[in-house]
């Protein structure tokens, strides 16, 4: 008989249709949990609302970011859920648990003149136009590292000004793209991507050499090499931060981000509407008398 966790896994895949990366990181986080209860002599089928705090907590003191913390939630809520309806269990030991304050922070962004220092920052060392067009597009449109690495050429209309992108759970939304972004894409779609391809037949954009789909890692990478200096160290996620900050600050409306971010629920859109300290402040020095 299949054991519950694979059972759900199963369930994931077949009827919720999540992403490869999506079902990766709920399988792990299953899993973890799974050891956790182990060495505390509980079974995956038998755990209590106090061991799932425990298990919260642990993950907490053992320094693990906010955003893990909170997908572990999501990820045990979902199994929960899952059990309740196969009649596993009887009751829902996540129901009504409330994440401990603190959990949610905002989150850490650069500035516009420090983005635009990263944005001019590739060319000024001659770096390859396909780079300037990755950093582009993702402070243009806000997109995730998984999404940007999938894009395929006819995903983008260069007459309309937009982009259509595959998010999690293989949901499709239309995002716009900027003229700059543009014209840098055209660019390295006119110039670079054929040395990449080196005669071969791609779908996707963002290529590597012998004309293979750029990976998620090596995103990381260049995001790692072009912010060297920067205020904070940055990740491509820092770019999707900065580009629904910016927006609300330039007087964006709330529905709209959400949409152009894929959220599902406005409520993850909201934490950018949060003032920082570092805001607070220059909206001190800037307008105050004496600032």
């Not at 001019?120 to 995730?144: F, W």
């Not at 964006?252 to 003032?275: E, F, N, P, W």
């Amino acid at each position: 008989m299949i054991n519950p966790v694979e059972r759900f896994l199963n369930y994931l895949t077949v009827e919720k249709g999540l992403s490869a990366n999506t079902l990766e990181a709920y399988k792990n986080d299953i899993y973890q949990f799974g050891s956790f209860l182990d060495k505390n002599n509980k079974e995956i089928t038998g755990f209590n609302k106090k061991d799932l705090v425990s298990y919260l907590t642990h993950l907490r003191d053992s320094g693990k970011q906010t955003a893990t913390i909170t997908r572990n939630i999501s990820a045990l809520r979902t199994f929960c859920k899952f059990m309740l309806m196969e009649k596993i269990i009887d009751e829902d030991p996540i129901e009504n648990l409330a994440a401990p304050k603190g959990w949610k922070r905002i989150p850490r962004i650069i500035g516009v003149s420090e983005v635009l220092d990263l944005l001019k920052k590739p060319e000024g060392k001659n770096i390859s136009l396909r780079d300037c067009a990755i950093l582009e597009l993702m402070y243009s449109s806000g997109l995730r590292a998984s999404e940007v690495v999938s894009i395929k050429t006819d995903d983008i209309n260069f007459e309309a000004g937009f982009i259509r992108i595959t998010g999690k759970g293989s949901k499709e939304r239309v995002v716009p793209i900027n003229e700059m972004a543009l014209n840098t894409i055209r660019r390295y779609i006119e110039e670079s991507r054929p040395e990449l391809l080196r005669k071969r037949i791609s779908p996707y954009l963002f290529l590597a050499k012998g004309g293979k789909p750029m990976t998620r890692q090596r995103l990381w990478q260049l995001i790692k090499t072009y912010s060297a200096g920067l205020s904070i160290k940055i990740s491509p996620h820092t770019l999707r931060h900065c580009f629904a900050s910016h927006l609300l600050d330039g007087g964006a409306d709330l529905r709209a981000l959400q949409k152009m971010l894929g959220h599902t629920d406005i409520s993850t859109t909201q934490i950018y509407t949060k003032v920082t300290p570092e805001r607070l402040k220059k909206i001190h020095k800037d307008y105050h008398p004496r600032g």
